[in-house]
């Protein structure tokens, strides 16, 4: 398939998945009644209308405030935050809500009063005429349309960078290296990232850093972002998500690179908030006279509306002051930018209006492995050469439509370029984070065994840990799991208990002072929300558990995507006679779950379902031989799962190890049979 092609194609799937998405949101909200969407912090209702004017952003805005919470009521969860799209709708004599066409945004929330940005007075005097008025969330199609405009701009690209790009990325041009580049020695690195470093400058056209977990992606990134400035004036960093864009902004910041933030600031991590466009913006000493200028030609206009004086100077002078206050903000807006060494955002924020017409030589994009490849294009479209760091055998980007995901829509753009150039590609091998037992398997099967652990790693003291790997085997404890919501979620409430039991055992013998001093921390990961949600109301029910709590992360795998724990233990919720899986077969999601372990992983599932699949039997295997395996008692012998026999079974946290069943570290994992399971990220 030519690029073009392939192009086009991504762009039906995108459709599709547009399409499914906001079929499920208005099918959702439908389903609604009033209360519930109030209940959930989907709207507001009733209004009271105040005031409109024009705010410091030149935005028409209509102040709205919800009846005031009672003493007591919590809060209930409101998502409306500044950007987010919004529509109007009154109560029609049937009771149904009718909504109203005028596209809105919020621009600001304090509590119980809102101010939404409209398109005009007239739009507020419509609003106005209107009683009992509510507010709610709009299907946000943003994303969705700087998508398709990025797509197009690339399919249609002609004699132009970008066309070249193209076909570099996705089609049989050559990615070039710069003839004249020298290899520079960084001693603070290990090889594999001065490898990947050094390939960065080498590169004309793309690069690619394969960072496995815990081998120091960030810091090869920042490094390579640093060099770079040596050799050029300004660089553009990007990533999927706002957390990640802050994580890459505070380690540039650490290096002392100045850095602009360009993106929405509610999203903005509070440290990074000192380098974003708006502060650095309302900071600049020409700020005071813009805002002078804008209030003048407000009340410039007012005067004309109201037809008094003279309407042609009036006239005259509105243009006048108009004209001014676009050189002023053109100016302040140039004077931020050119102050900045690093512009960073956001992949869709990379279309942002401040970005109009700014053009960088490079683009660095963080997690690009987590990106829809449409997103990335709406980076690529202001750069000549772009870098991607990721990992695809980590979580792939979300996508909803199940018809679109297995015709190839979560195919991101890294793995197309790393399949096409494999010569761009440094893979980082020297790893930071896992105890090497851990490591080994992970290594074995999703990186062509390549990875090695850093010295310091062997140096560590683990003998409060006890065994680094445990699968504790409930197929005879009773264990099973339930369908809720719409039949996809799945919740094993037996397992959840015995989970939460594990935890308490493992982290007693600590103490509740050490943990806290020594900065001793856990995890408890389930691939299913409901579970998730079933363990940390467990969790709030222990009163040892309680007195740890923020040592303690709950969450589902996707949320614990780059992070990492002294001990992680997993709850697989899978237990059913038919060994179906569901999500679980993702085996990427089981890659990032494991791999966020320091010292200890404890995997918690019924062997009967989950070995039915060749990696789960394979990991099983390499468990057990590691002496890592632990059987509880049949359920026959045990009649209250994870009651007080259960909790007897893993008292003593690490001494519970002794109980798994002897054995080595194995040197790499087996398949069903003894025979080898090959490495893949599917």
């Given at each position: 398939?030519?690029?073009?092609?392939?192009l086009?194609?991504?762009?039906?799937?995108?459709?599709?998945?547009?399409?499914?998405?906001?079929?499920?949101?208005?099918?959702?909200?439908?389903?609604?009644?009033?209360?519930?969407?109030?209940?959930?912090?989907?709207?507001?209702?009733?209004?009271?209308?105040?005031?409109?004017?024009?705010?410091?952003?030149?935005?028409?805005?209509?102040?709205?405030?919800?009846?005031?919470?009672?003493?007591?009521?919590?809060?209930?969860?409101?998502?409306?935050?500044?950007?987010?799209?919004?529509?109007?709708?009154?109560?029609?004599?049937?009771?149904?809500?009718?909504f109203?066409s005028?596209?809105?945004?919020?621009?600001?929330?304090?509590?119980?009063?809102?101010?939404?940005a409209?398109?005009?007075?007239?739009?507020?005097?419509?609003l106005?005429?209107?009683?009992?008025?509510?507010?709610?969330?709009?299907?946000?199609?943003?994303?969705?349309?700087?998508?398709?405009?990025?797509?197009?701009?690339?399919i249609?690209?002609?004699?132009?960078?970008?066309a070249g790009?193209?076909?570099?990325?996705?089609?049989?041009?050559?990615?070039?290296?710069?003839g004249?580049?020298v290899r520079?020695?960084?001693?603070?690195?290990?090889?594999s990232?001065?490898?990947?470093?050094?390939?960065?400058?080498?590169?004309?056209?793309?690069?690619?850093?394969?960072?496995?977990?815990?081998?120091g992606?960030?810091?090869?990134?920042?490094?390579?972002?640093?060099?770079t400035?040596?050799?050029?004036?300004?660089?553009?960093?990007?990533?999927?998500?706002?957390?990640?864009?802050?994580?890459?902004?505070?380690?540039?910041?650490?290096?002392?690179?100045?850095?602009?933030r360009?993106?929405?600031?509610?999203r903005?991590?509070?440290?990074?908030?000192?380098?974003t466009?708006?502060?650095?913006?309302?900071?600049?000493?020409?700020?005071?006279?813009?805002?002078?200028?804008?209030?003048?030609?407000?009340?410039?206009?007012?005067?004309?509306?109201?037809?008094?004086g003279?309407?042609?100077?009036?006239?005259?002078?509105?243009?006048e002051?108009?004209?001014?206050?676009?050189?002023l903000?053109?100016?302040i807006?140039?004077?931020v930018?050119d102050?900045?060494?690093?512009?960073?955002?956001?992949?869709?924020?990379?279309?942002?209006?401040?970005?109009?017409?700014?053009?960088?030589s490079?683009?660095?994009?963080?997690?690009?492995?987590?990106?829809?490849?449409?997103?990335?294009?709406?980076?690529?479209?202001?750069?000549?050469?772009?870098?991607?760091?990721?990992?695809?055998?980590?979580?792939?980007?979300?996508?909803?439509?199940?018809?679109?995901?297995?015709?190839?829509?979560?195919?991101?753009?890294?793995?197309?370029?790393?399949?096409?150039?494999?010569?761009?590609?440094?893979?980082?091998?020297?790893?930071?984070?896992?105890?090497?037992?851990?490591?080994?398997?992970?290594?074995?099967?999703?990186?062509?065994?390549?990875?090695?652990a850093?010295?310091?790693?062997?140096?560590?003291?683990?003998?409060?840990?006890?065994l680094?790997?445990?699968?504790?085997?409930?197929?005879d404890?009773?264990f099973?799991?339930?369908?809720?919501?719409?039949?996809?979620?799945?919740?094993?409430?037996?397992?959840a208990?015995?989970?939460?039991?594990?935890?308490?055992?493992?982290a007693?013998?600590?103490?509740?002072?050490?943990?806290?001093?020594?900065h001793?921390?856990?995890?408890?990961?389930s691939?299913?929300?409901?579970?998730?949600?079933?363990?940390?109301?467990?969790?709030?029910?222990?009163?040892?558990?309680?007195?740890i709590?923020?040592?303690?992360?709950?969450?589902?795998?996707?949320?614990?995507?780059?992070?990492?724990?002294?001990?992680?233990?997993?709850?697989?919720?899978?237990?059913?006679?038919?060994?179906?899986?569901?999500?679980?077969?993702e085996?990427?999601r089981?890659n990032?779950?494991?791999?966020?372990?320091?010292?200890k992983?404890?995997?918690?599932?019924?062997?009967?379902?989950?070995?039915a699949?060749?990696?789960?039997?394979?990991?099983?295997?390499?468990?057990?031989?590691?002496?890592?395996l632990?059987?509880?008692?049949?359920?026959?012998?045990?009649?209250?799962?994870?009651?007080?026999?259960?909790?007897?079974?893993?008292?003593?946290?690490?001494?519970l190890?002794?109980?798994?069943?002897?054995?080595?570290?194995?040197?790499?994992?087996d398949?069903?049979?003894?025979?080898?399971?090959?490495?893949?990220?599917?």
């Amino acid at each position: 398939m030519d690029s073009i092609a392939h192009l086009q194609r991504h762009r039906e799937l995108l459709l599709e998945e547009y399409r499914h998405e906001l079929a499920e949101n208005e099918a959702e909200m439908g389903r609604m009644s009033l209360d519930l969407r109030l209940s959930k912090g989907l709207c507001w209702y009733p209004l009271e209308l105040g005031r409109s004017f024009y705010n410091s952003l030149n935005q028409y805005v209509l102040a709205v405030s919800r009846p005031a919470r009672e003493d007591g009521e919590e809060e209930d969860g409101s998502r409306f935050e500044y950007g987010v799209p919004v529509k109007f709708f009154f109560i029609d004599k049937d009771g149904k809500s009718v909504f109203l066409s005028y596209p809105c945004t919020v621009s600001l929330v304090d509590g119980d009063t809102m101010l939404v940005a409209v398109p005009g007075e007239s739009a507020v005097s419509r609003l106005r005429a209107e009683t009992g008025l509510g507010v709610q969330l709009s299907f946000d199609e943003t994303t969705y349309r700087l998508m398709f405009a990025a797509l197009d701009r690339v399919i249609a690209a002609k004699n132009d960078r970008l066309a070249g790009l193209r076909e570099i990325l996705l089609g049989a041009a050559p990615a070039v290296k710069r003839g004249s580049a020298v290899r520079g020695s960084f001693s603070w690195l290990n090889p594999s990232q001065e490898d990947a470093v050094n390939s960065i400058l080498c590169s004309r056209d793309v690069a690619i850093v394969h960072g496995p977990p815990g081998t120091g992606k960030t810091t090869t990134l920042t490094e390579a972002v640093f060099e770079t400035l040596f050799r050029e004036n300004q660089v553009m960093v990007c990533a999927q998500s706002n957390a990640a864009v802050d994580w890459v902004c505070l380690k540039l910041i650490e290096r002392g690179i100045p850095v602009l933030r360009v993106g929405n600031p509610v999203r903005i991590d509070d440290k990074v908030m000192d380098c974003t466009f708006e502060k650095r913006f309302e900071d600049h000493p020409d700020y005071p006279l813009l805002w002078n200028v804008r209030r003048a030609a407000r009340e410039c206009s007012a005067a004309l509306r109201s037809k008094n004086g003279n309407r042609r100077a009036l006239s005259a002078r509105l243009r006048e002051l108009r004209k001014k206050a676009d050189e002023l903000e053109h100016s302040i807006t140039d004077n931020v930018f050119d102050s900045a060494r690093v512009i960073a955002c956001t992949l869709a924020g990379a279309a942002s209006k401040v970005l109009f017409n700014r053009h960088y030589s490079t683009l660095f994009i963080d997690e690009a492995a987590q990106a829809l490849e449409a997103a990335s294009w709406i980076a690529i479209n202001k750069a000549d050469r772009v870098v991607f760091a990721g990992d695809h055998c980590q979580l792939p980007p979300t996508v909803k439509c199940l018809r679109a995901l297995d015709a190839g829509l979560g195919r991101t753009l890294m793995e197309v370029v790393a399949e096409n150039k494999p010569e761009c590609v440094s893979l980082l091998t020297m790893q930071y984070r896992m105890n090497e037992t851990i490591m080994r398997f992970s290594s074995y099967f999703f990186y062509d065994n390549r990875l090695k652990a850093a010295p310091q790693i062997s140096a560590r003291d683990t003998s409060s840990f006890g065994l680094p790997m445990l699968w504790i085997d409930t197929c005879d404890c009773g264990f099973s799991e339930q369908h809720v919501s719409d039949g996809t979620g799945r919740v094993n409430r037996g397992e959840a208990r015995f989970a939460v039991s594990v935890l308490k055992n493992y982290a007693q013998p600590f103490g509740a002072e050490r943990i806290r001093s020594e900065h001793i921390d856990f995890g408890l990961i389930s691939p299913y929300k409901a579970q998730v949600s079933c363990l940390r109301g467990l969790v709030s029910r222990n009163r040892f558990l309680k007195s740890i709590r923020s040592s303690v992360s709950i969450n589902t795998v996707d949320g614990f995507q780059g992070q990492e724990r002294d001990v992680i233990i997993i709850s697989l919720v899978r237990s059913n006679r038919n060994s179906n899986i569901g999500f679980l077969h993702e085996l990427r999601r089981m890659n990032v779950a494991m791999t966020r372990a320091r010292y200890k992983l404890v995997i918690i599932g019924d062997s009967r379902t989950m070995c039915a699949h060749p990696f789960y039997k394979a990991l099983y295997n390499y468990i057990e031989k590691s002496g890592g395996l632990l059987v509880p008692a049949p359920v026959s012998d045990c009649p209250s799962p994870a009651g007080p026999a259960m909790d007897s079974f893993v008292s003593g946290g690490p001494a519970l190890d002794s109980l798994a069943s002897a054995g080595t570290a194995p040197d790499g994992p087996d398949g069903p049979n003894g025979q080898s399971v090959p490495g893949k990220c599917t």
